[in-house]
Structures are given as C-alpha cells and as structure tokens.
C-alpha cells in the first residue's frame, strides 16, 4: 500500500477546527454514556486518581471556562460528548484551566491550544489502545484456576501505573529536547515549519495478498515485526519515524546520507527475514512542510511515487536526493567518473611512490546510483529515478 494526495502525510492538512461541529456540547443529542460496571469505575479512579464529581457544565463553569470552548478542548482531545452525566473529576477542571490559561496569557492562540489539545489526544490514544491491546492483555492472564482477569488487572495497574506515568514523561522530555534542537538550529524561522528533508517510505509488497492467506493472528504478529524493525533501524541511525500504516512507515532524516544508510538497511534486514515479504523503498529530497509531527507537500507525495514503483528489495530516489548525496561525497557522479578518479589515485600512488612521498587516496564513496528510464509520475510530471545501492554491491 503506498499513500497518495488524500492521505495524511501526502496531501493537505485540515484546519485546526475542521473536526469540531457547530453544535454545542450539552446540546449534542448522541451521547457516549460513561459505564456504571464497579469494576470499570473502581479502574477509572485509581487512573484518573480522583471520583467522578462534575457534569460538562459544572467543569466548564468550576474552570471558568465557555461551555463552547471546553466542548472544542475536549473533542480535540479525542473524548465523547457524555450530555450532561456526571462524570469528570477534579483533573478534568485542571486540564481546562491549564488550557485556557495559556491563551488568555497570550503563550497560545485559541486555535493553537487546540492544535495542542489534538495532538496529545491523538498520541496518547494510540498509545494507551496499544498498552491494552498488546501490554496488559498479556500481563492480566489469571496466574491461577479460577482467577478472572478482573482479579488480576486492578493490583497489576496499581503497580505499573506509577512507573509508567515516569517513564512517559521522561520519553516526552527527551524527544521534546531533541526537536527543540532541530528548530534552534534551522537558519532562519521558516525553516521551522517548511524544511529541506530526505522523506521516504518504505513498503511490503504483496501485503494484500498476506492478508487473504494468513490467520488474524500471524498478520498481527508480521506487522508488529516490521513495525518494530524499522522503528529501531530509523532511530539506531538518526532518522525520525513520522508514522507506521500498518504495511508501510514513513520516515525523514536531516540530510540524504543518513536517509540513504536507512532505507539500505532496511531492504537488508527484511531480506534476511524469511518470514517477511520483500519489501520496496522510495526516497524523495527537498522541502516539506511539517505540523503536528507529520509531514506534508510535493516532495512526500514523490516519495510515495517512487516507492509504487520501485522494485522488490530495492531503494529507488528522485534526481534531488540523486544531486544532494554527490554533493555531500557519499556517492559519485557517475561510475566512469568514479573509475577515473581511481586509476589517477593508483597513478599518483605510483608516482609519489617512487618519489618517496604520500600518495592522495582516490575518494571513498559508500553508495552508488543507476539511473533509470525516465517517466511520467501522476500529478508529478516526468520525473527520472535513480537506484540506490551500496558502493560495490551488484
């Protein structure tokens, strides 16, 4: 599966509101009603560490905060319209207080704030289904007969919760300083949302295929695998995981080596797995646009071209990353050009040998590049791809 224009990452961004209805909150006529199961509830207060104790109209009002306003904070961040039930607690005042604080001191705009409010939902959504899904749900089967998974899940979250609470915080902090970096270090601010990057994505191909043939469970287990390898492999070697689409990830790298070293290694470590289907890589260089931690523009869209297009286990870049890793000396103009400069190296050597002096080695390049047949690419002109490999590898 490769994305095109409609999809995240390959296309235009919503507005920040584009998601938040007109309607007002205590007004919405399909509610979520919050669970009354003692168990459930019992759950809810030792995460949330506090009792259920106000309506949305009393949260809102307890925070000195519009009913409209805490209703756009609170879909932002990714929760149901409950009516007036009540069922928020003291935290849920804190968060909107904290929220409408930074706009009325001028540190947020309102739309900002709520850009803010959407993407700590959308993340932490992902993160806690994960943590069920596949954490808990391993760790909560009963240790003895006649044990219900009930009995075990609310001493295990007991113990986990702390720690876990610590262990997020300090991955935020340390992915937050090591942004904040990058944006320090842009040359100027409009580099801070529109940025020259490697964007490239990497893909299974035949993955439809897989899901007709094998159990639920197998697929499962094949995605979290691939999932996992690319994960660690971007961040082992500098790049940044934008988003994995279950198939396919999507990955950036500050210049066209470390991308170039990244997709390698990820085509080497799948054909070494027997389990995984091979897989295709296409990398685009140039500037993209990036908000809320995804990325966006031409040059992603050409990526997730090239990678249609590439061939199984094979690396397939557009002409600006082709220039950008000639110019940095990880790659040669070409072969003969490469060739040439290796038999005046062997020249020199003999000469300076003979001469008693040190001989000035011939440039090593870590990576080679064939072009290929140029071709139109939809919605992108003609465009003349190049294939990646290793220096020396056939």
């Known amino acids: ?47 949330l560490g506090a009792d259920r104790r106000y309506t949305p109209f009393q949260a809102a009002r307890t925070a000195g905060v519009s009913m409209d306003l805490a209703s756009r904070f609170w879909r932002a961040m990714g929760f149901a319209d409950i009516g007036q039930a009540k069922a928020l607690t003291e935290a849920d005042v804190l968060a909107l207080r904290r929220l409408s604080g930074l706009v009325e001191a001028g540190l947020l705009s309102e739309p900002m704030a709520i850009q803010v409010a959407r993407s700590t939902g959308q993340t932490t959504a992902r993160l806690a289904e994960w943590q069920i899904d596949s954490f808990l749900e391993g760790l909560t089967e009963p240790p003895e007969p006649g044990m219900t998974r009930t009995e075990v899940t609310y001493p295990l979250i007991e113990l986990l919760l702390p720690e876990l609470e610590e262990f997020l915080v300090y991955v935020w902090r340390r992915q937050l300083a090591a942004a904040t970096g990058r944006v ?18 990497a893909d299974l191909v035949g993955f439809t295929r897989l899901t007709r043939r094998l159990e639920e469970e197998e697929l499962g287990e094949l995605v979290e695998s691939f999932e996992t390898t690319c994960a660690d492999l971007v961040a082992a070697h500098g790049g940044r995981l ?13 210049d066209a080596g470390t991308a170039a070293e990244i997709s390698l290694r990820l085509v080497e470590a ?60 990880d790659a040669p103009v070409s072969e003969a050009r490469a060739a ?50 290793r220096r020396g590898a056939s």
């Not at 997730?304 to 600006?320: N, W």
């Open 184 to 201: 320090v270090q842009a040359a100027d601010d409009e580099e801070m949302v529109d940025r020259r990057l490697a964007v490239g994505f």
């Open 1 to 47: 599966m490769t994305v095109d224009d409609t999809t995240s990452g390959a296309g235009d961004e919503p507005s920040p509101d584009s998601s938040v209805h007109a309607t007002p909150h205590h007004e919405v006529d399909h509610t979520a009603e919050p669970t009354d199961d003692p168990l459930a509830i019992r759950l809810e207060q030792l995460i």
């Open 270 to 329: 799948m054909t070494l797995d027997e389990t995984m289907p091979a897989l295709r890589v296409g990398i685009a260089f140039g500037t993209v646009t990036t908000r809320m931690g995804d990325v966006f523009g031409t040059t992603v869209n050409l990526a997730s071209r090239l990678t249609s297009i590439a061939p199984k286990d094979a690396v397939l870049v557009d002409g600006a990353f082709a220039e950008e890793l000639t110019r940095t000396g």
């Open 242 to 254: 934008i988003k994995t689409l279950g198939d396919e990830v999507l990955f950036a790298a500050d």
């Open 340 to 389: 040439a400069e290796a038999a005046a190296a062997a020249e020199r050597a003999e000469k300076e040998g003979a001469d008693g002096g040190e001989p000035v080695p011939a440039p090593k390049y870590r990576y080679g590049l064939q072009p290929m047949w140029q071709r139109p690419v939809r919605g992108l002109g003609i465009v003349e791809p190049w294939l990646l490999a």
